[in-house]
């Protein structure tokens, strides 16, 4: 993991035949160094293609990537049980238990809801109340890191707008930096209409201009935060 105050660098792996030490060395340095998508759809269908499509002009960009998806994951609910404050760690050994360390060695997060009644999809605030366990081991664990966030909506305007700032407002309480596509287009974020199929949303050309703007910028805060040593 990038120690705090040193720039932070990540380098590419190298050609030709490659020994396990290394592999593992990069494999560790792909997880300390990338950013972390996670869709919050219980389908492998809009959502999950944006985000793909999201971190694929990530690495496009010299940032490593990792896709976590809900889908077919065991996350319960948050049970506010406190089991997490005594103990630093969930009481339930779900799913979760894939992404903590995930969220802990990430970067920056981009995370993609579809919209369900208006706002984010229960699945994408499920995985947000559990982090409850991560900040009482480490409050300050997503401190400093990046984040965008990506909307998906069977209408037009659904509440993709709404779905966003709800996942800002995680990222602003927990000290992110997030990061909106900018007016004249993106706003917020990355708003799409899928009009309830993976065509629809891969025909949704103004959804794909609102994606490039935020990847953008949040590709310049990143690569701004790195520049200034991780603070
Ligand atoms: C329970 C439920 C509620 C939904 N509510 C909305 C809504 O309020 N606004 C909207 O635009 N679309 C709504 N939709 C449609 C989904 O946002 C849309 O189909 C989206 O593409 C789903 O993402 P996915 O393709 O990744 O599954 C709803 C779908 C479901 C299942």
Redesign the pocket.
Known sequence: MAARGRPFRCERAPSGPIPLTIILKYTWRHLSCMILGISG???N????YVLGQALKMLEERGHPTELFSVRGKEIGFCRHCDYCLKNKECYFEDDMYTLYPLLRESRGLVIAT?????GLSAQTKAVMDRCRALFAAEIDVLRGKAGMAIA????RM??QELAIQQIHAFYILNGMLPVGGGSFGANLGATFW?R?T?DG?QEDGEGARTLRKTVRRFAEVLERVEGDGGR
């Open positions: 759809s219980p389908r269908q809009a959502t999950e579809p919209v369900y009644n208006g998906v909506g069977g209408d659904g509440g899928s309830d993976l949303v």
